[in-house]
């Protein structure tokens, strides 16, 4: 009999959340498809990394499917990358995952990865026309994860911030993507701006001053925004 109470009572706890991630559940867009490659090797051997990947993204970039395949170096961090791609659908990443560029990489890396690559796959939330990036631009590149319940709250103050960013000096491109079906409260921001100068003005204008201030209370993890440069 007591554990019947208590699994009543934890349903009951879990009630709320379980209403807010229904609530808060987004269609998946056959479309456009953008994945995050997090990479992270020993210092010693960032330059054998930087070798690596970067033949990976000359090749993927000759791929079926393949719209925009770009590779991006922490910095700061020169053992850190982002691989960043835009596939025409799910399938055409799905199909990219048995390739043999793929399968290259993941056996180059393990003698020099500090874990497995993370890969992330979005779809588009608000987004600026995909283009190559410039060289020398200011790249940065945010992870957002709230609690569940506030989905529909931080879709709102990225809609708002997109539109207001969107009209900043010096911006570049500014993705907003939406990390689903999987995590449909995480969020990623790709940025590019024509300097640091140019992003720093960004990061203290009002609208981002106001989102910062509004999202903290419904963070679930720390506010996570670096900075990257393109590797050619």
Do not use: C
Not at 95 to 115: D, V, W
Not at 128 to 151: E, L, Q, R, W, Y
Not at 192 to 206: F, I, V
């Amino acid at each position: 009999m007591k554990w019947r109470v208590a699994a009543i009572a934890l349903g009951l706890l879990t009630l709320p959340y379980a209403a807010g991630a229904q609530q808060n559940q987004v269609p998946v867009i056959d479309g456009p498809t953008y994945v995050m490659t997090y990479v992270e090797v020993v210092p010693s051997a960032a330059a054998q990394a930087v070798t690596f990947l970067k033949n990976y993204r000359d090749a993927a970039r000759h791929e079926p499917g393949a719209m925009q395949v770009d590779l991006y170096e922490e910095q700061g961090q020169a053992h850190r990358f982002v691989v960043g791609e835009i596939w025409q659908n799910r399938t055409a990443v799905k199909t990219h995952e048995m390739s043999a560029a793929s399968t290259e990489l993941t056996q180059q890396l393990k003698s020099i990865e500090l874990g497995p690559p993370d890969i992330r796959i979005h779809q588009a939330h608000s987004v600026t026309p995909p283009k190559a990036p410039n060289p020398g631009d200011t790249i940065i590149i945010s992870h957002v994860d709230v609690f569940g319940g506030n989905t529909g709250k931080l879709i709102a103050l990225l809609n708002t911030l997109g539109e207001a960013s969107r009209k900043d000096s010096g911006m570049v491109q500014y993705d907003i993507l939406d990390e689903v079906p999987a995590h449909t409260n995480h969020f990623r921001m790709l940025e590019e701006w024509a300097s640091q100068a140019a992003w720093e003005a960004h990061d203290r204008a009002p609208h981002t001053q106001a989102y910062r201030a509004a999202l903290m209370p419904m963070l679930g993890t720390p506010y996570d925004q670096r900075l990257y440069r393109v590797v050619n």
